[in-house]
């Protein structure tokens, strides 16, 4: 190959990876800082979605799997007695409330 040909070669290269680097810089999202609630809500959502309440954003079906849903659901528990004291009133709030609805759900969807 020669020189020129190559330089052609390399210079189509990098446009092209430069126009791919600054296409997936623009297409990102913000970067959204963890916190416990996001981590709360994301244990909660997906044990919704083991009991069939919600559909599994991958398959986007109802899908039932109480094992798992318990497993969560359980976790959560774990969570719960972990962190006693040591969360803030909203936190406490959210925990508490997604348990109650979690085991309530599940002892229904357990029940059919």
Known sequence: MSEEIKKKVDDAWKNQVDKEKEQAHAATQPYHEPTFSI???SLSMQAMIAT???????????EKNLEQAR????????IKEKTKNNLTAEEEKLLDEALYSLRMIYVEEKGK
């Open 39 to 41: 981590f709360l809500s």
């Open 52 to 62: 069939g309440k919600l559909e599994n954003p991958l398959t986007q079906k109802a």
């Open 71 to 78: 497993f969560l659901i359980d976790t959560l528990g774990i």
